[in-house]
């Protein structure tokens, strides 16, 4: 959900990371249409994405025995540190100045696997697929899901949803890398991974598309269109968009 709030001269924009890596990485219209109040309706394959990440969490509950994270350890990026699934809540606040309105944009997510290995932070994200061999002639992830990870990576994180600034795990590291998993729905097996070290051009693409996202959220340009059928039709919101096509 997109919300708008206006305090004090300034305009904030909250939303999950998902719905930046949804509107950008997808189509634009379905910012104003959150921010409405649109719905969408679960797809199967959304339903049956969720029953796997669930699944998977709990064989990992089942099997692995984390310890608690010292802070010593979180400092010292010389140890290999990894969390449990699904437990680290992420945090990105950007400000921006279009025409002299101040607006803040503050995006929360939370993360499939984070862990630091030789000095390196790695974000985790899986996309559980019907047809992951769909993925064989592709070199890059889809727009959409290189944000997701992207906005993790460039986030402040911790243990809880609402952190107060002592909450905050302030992890050392010598550099920072995304990996994201296709994997197979049914076996829920790993069938191919994206990976790079974030650079200089891969945040200057995240920047961009955070300001683009606040722009539209914030009235001060319109949504361009993917002019692509294929979308619409694949669309978890096109009964309720009158820019299908």
């Known amino acids: 959900m997109i919300k708008i709030k206006h305090i004090d ?43 796997a990440h669930i699944a ?26 990894e969390f449990p699934r699904e437990d680290i809540y992420s945090r990105l ?22 862990k630091r290995v030789g000095g390196t932070l790695i974000i985790q994200d899986d996309k559980f697929v019907a047809r992951p061999e769909t993925y064989d002639n592709k070199t890059t992830p889809f727009p959409g899901q290189l944000l997701q990870v992207l906005a993790y990576l460039s986030s402040v994180f911790s243990n809880v949803r609402n952190p ?10 010598t550099e920072k890398k995304w990996q994201l998993r296709i994997c197979d729905r049914k076996t829920r097996e790993p069938y191919k ?10 945040m200057q693409f995240l920047h ?12 001060f340009i319109e949504p361009e269109h993917h002019n692509s059928q294929a979308k619409c ?6 009964s309720s968009c009158e820019f299908r096509l």
């Open 9 to 51: 001269n300034v305009t904030h924009v909250s939303a999950a990371v998902t719905d930046l890596a949804d509107s950008i990485g997808y189509c634009e219209y379905k910012i104003p249409l959150t921010i409405q109040g649109v719905k969408a309706k679960p797809t199967k394959s959304l339903l049956m994405g969720s029953k």
């Open 56 to 81: 998977e969490e709990e064989y990992e509950q089942e099997t692995v025995e984390f310890e608690p994270v010292t802070t010593d350890e979180l400092i010292d990026e010389t140890v290999d540190l």
């Open 93 to 114: 606040v950007i400000p921006f100045e279009f025409e002299k309105q101040a607006v803040v944009v503050s995006l929360n997510g939370r993360i499939d696997k984070m």
């Open 164 to 173: 107060t600034p002592e909450d905050i795990l302030d992890m050392s590291h």
């Open 193 to 202: 991974t994206f990976s790079e070290v974030v650079d200089q051009f891969s």
């Open 208 to 219: 961009n598309s955070i300001e683009k996202f606040a722009k539209i959220a914030t009235g």
């Open 233 to 238: 039709n694949a669309c978890n919101l096109k």
